[in-house]
């Protein structure tokens, strides 16, 4: 199973995007790139996923470089509710596969 | 999220007592966890079923059983609670057929004095 590597914490202020990259060397070839947001006192909550290039959705846009070693979330304009912890995994698929959490990124967003 | 819920939300219970907590779904999906979560270890699956009476251990299994007699109902039973099993215990569902990610219940915190 891949292991990855995302910074403990961010700072950041509103209005500005935040880019949080996640380190993935051993990713196999059918392994997804998947991030999840977590509040205080709530669960996960998925957020994007992507295989490679570019996906984009209403909430995030996830960039994943030709070779899929790393991963880059990036959330435009962030506001205070954007605080949180973002969990960057990776995704095996398949039907009897698990999903195993790291440590997170810590985002905080200030005024 | 609406579709999954936890009861109970909180509990505090003994040491030495059995605990069941209760996972509820109405999305009918096949996948279903158990995960718990606490400070300096991230969330940490503790078993995990693939349909009824289908289940398999995780990363934490010792000391927890699981059952799923239905589709919509995934238990978790400590047998015999112990302080280090304090925790927040989040359910999750997945559809893997038409992928949206995990969805995850509010969770339910659990002190085991």
């Known amino acids: 199973l891949a292991k990855t590597t995302q910074p403990i914490s961010m700072d950041s202020y509103e209005g500005q995007e935040v880019n949080i990259t996640c380190s993935h060397n051993?990713?196999?070839?059918?392994?997804?790139i998947t991030w999840y947001q977590q509040f205080p006192s709530q669960g996960p909550r998925f957020i994007i996923q992507?295989?490679?290039t570019k996906v984009t959705n209403e909430v995030a846009s996830l960039f994943i470089p030709a070779d899929r070693k790393s991963s880059t979330l990036s959330l435009p304009r962030v506001s205070l509710s954007d605080t949180a912890v973002y969990y960057c995994l990776v995704d095996p698929g398949g039907r009897y596969s698990t999903l195993t959490f790291g440590k997170g990124t810590m985002l905080l967003v200030s005024p | 999220d609406a579709g999954i819920t936890q009861s109970p939300r909180h509990k505090v219970t003994e040491t030495g007592t059995p605990v069941t907590l209760r996972c509820h779904q109405t999305e009918n999906h096949r996948y279903m966890y158990w995960y718990r979560q606490d400070p300096g270890h991230g969330l940490r699956l503790i078993h995990y079923?693939?349909?009824?009476?289908?289940?398999d251990k995780g990363e934490v299994s010792d000391g927890y059983s699981v059952s799923r007699s239905k589709t919509e109902d995934f238990l978790l039973t400590l047998e015999s609670a112990t302080s280090s099993q304090t925790s927040v215990y989040f359910c999750a569902i997945n559809d893997i057929t038409d992928y949206y990610g995990y969805t995850f219940g509010s969770g339910t915190r659990l002190t085991v004095v």
């Open positions: 051993n990713i196999a070839t059918n392994d997804y």
């Open positions: 079923s693939y349909g009824v009476k289908d289940t």
């Open positions: 992507g295989y490679k």
